[in-house]
């Protein structure tokens, strides 16, 4: 039967789907409250605690950079909360999409779903390159040293003279272990993150503390530095610019719904997660940067690595090694995260009938998206090998502002849509709350250069011929196969 390019899925349908009504194998409910936390606690911290606070301070905002991260933290708040209700309403893989299509509609979902396949493997392959450059430095510091042709790409220039690159070896090789560790199973990978999450937030713990002890309050004056007479460059305005920068940090706590077909009690337990990783996050992130710029002068920490310079001031050698361990375990937590996420968002479009029902086969014996899982390494680790990291980085924040401004609109529709639903959760301020949400993410992306806007345009326009040429035309055939 024809449909339209407005037509929405039911919220029954979405909640069939969590409740097991498929044939054939499915998700194993395999996590509780502190696996999801840690989830998106291994997502959202990674390099952007350990590199952008100190550009933050340095070039905007000075000590108030601690506000820039509140402000960011606020943003993401709001759209957290609007992302608890929604998994708490329909607790189904596929997170963003699968909002957006019982809300907005088909063609809003295509378009959003299509924007995440970008955002989150576009994201995994620049960690994936962040997660070389560490390794790299980590393996010279104990005295070993890979060919440098094989830990850039081609033709990128290396710390030996005359020396290019051929390929990015350990980056593709992260994806391709990460790969094989989701594909054998939810629970299993999902161990392997909780101790990385572990140990990652002992080691910020301690930068914390032993830097909190050589804090001089006078590095925090004057608090917010005058603006140097450019919108963005100190001053109130470079607070603002700020919060743009280190939003790039919060990236990553919504991969916690798209695992909602796999969590125990997924109305309870995915709002928990959510709410609770974005507010240790936000605790850390201000920690550290109050420590950071009380430590250090922040006119000296436009350096890729800020932290050494607090490490340096405390005086304790063997923390640089530590710290660069955990950076290469937040690294790493990061890259299983967004591949996680990917394959279920992957998995919700394809039984919608958008995509082939390859990416819907959950495997037999691993009950994963295992040949779909397989697919999404091949491809990320080819990127990640052969892209440099400012290229493949430069479209991962305006997605995500497109995808959370849409999970805000969704609330404001759901609820007059769906005023008597059951919601487990809901919104305090509704719908005020949620607006202030779209305007905050609006705001941000307007903030993004025009080139990034460009190479949205490309990639949705291909998107929406893939749309036409197949997705509408195959809507909704997964579920009724």
Not at 338 to 346: D, T, V, W
Request: hydrophobic share 55%; net charge positive.
């Amino acid at each position: 039967m024809a449909h339209s390019f407005v037509t929405r899925k039911t919220i029954e349908d979405l909640r069939d789907w969590s409740d097991g009504a498929t044939h054939g194998p499915g998700f194993t409910r395999s996590l509780g409250v502190v696996s999801l936390t840690a989830l998106g606690i291994g997502a959202i911290i990674g390099v952007g605690i350990f590199v952008l606070t100190g550009a933050a301070a340095a070039r905007y905002a000075g000590p108030a950079v601690v506000l820039s991260f509140a402000l960011a933290g606020f943003a993401c708040a709001v759209v957290a909360l609007c992302y608890a209700e929604l998994a708490a309403l329909i607790p189904v893989s596929g997170s963003t999409y699968s909002y957006v299509y019982a809300s907005l509609g088909e063609i809003f979902a295509w378009m959003i779903g299509w924007d995440l396949v970008l955002e989150y493997a576009m994201a995994a392959a620049t960690v994936a390159v962040g997660w070389s450059g560490y390794l790299v430095s980590l393996l010279a510091n104990i005295g070993l040293r890979l060919p440098p042709q094989f830990t850039a790409p081609p033709g990128a220039a290396t710390a030996v003279a005359g020396v290019v690159g051929l390929v990015n070896v350990p980056a593709a090789a992260i994806v391709a272990v990460i790969t094989g560790l989701l594909i054998l199973g939810t629970r299993e990978s999902s161990r392997v993150n909780n101790v990385m999450v572990g140990f990652k937030l002992a080691v910020v713990l301690v930068v914390i503390v032993a830097g909190g002890l050589h804090v001089a309050p006078a590095h925090w004056t004057p608090f917010i530095p005058p603006n140097a007479g450019e919108f963005g460059h100190f001053g109130f305005s470079g607070v603002l610019r700020g919060a743009a920068v280190v939003f790039f940090a919060y990236i990553g706590f919504d991969a916690v719904s798209t695992a909602a077909q796999e969590a125990h009690e997924p109305q309870r337990t995915v709002p928990i997660g959510l709410i609770a990783s974005l507010a240790i996050c936000t605790v850390l992130y201000i920690a550290v940067a109050a420590v950071l710029t009380g430590v250090v002068p922040y006119q000296l920490l436009n350096r890729p690595d800020p932290i050494s310079a607090v490490i340096d001031v405390v005086g304790l050698p063997w923390l640089a090694i530590a710290v660069k361990i955990a950076i290469i375990a937040g690294l790493t937590t990061v890259i299983l995260v967004l591949l996680f996420g990917q394959a279920r968002i992957l998995y919700a479009m394809a039984k919608d009938g958008f995509l082939p029902a390859f990416f819907a086969r959950i495997h037999p014996r691993f009950h994963t998206p295992a040949g779909s899982q397989a697919l999404i390494g091949l491809a990320v680790a080819v990127v990640a090998g052969l892209f440099p990291i400012d290229l493949l980085g430069e479209l991962v924040s305006i997605g995500t502002l497109a995808a959370f401004a849409l999970v805000c609109m969704a609330i404001i529709y759901l609820r007059r849509s769906h005023p008597d639903a059951h919601r487990p959760f809901r919104v305090p301020g509704s719908p005020a709350l949620p607006v202030v949400g779209v305007f905050a993410c609006l705001g941000l992306m307007a903030g993004l250069p025009w080139q990034t806007w460009a190479r949205l345009v490309v990639w949705l326009v291909i998107g929406m011929t893939l749309y036409l040429t197949y997705g509408h035309r195959h809507a909704r055939n997964g579920e009724k196969s």
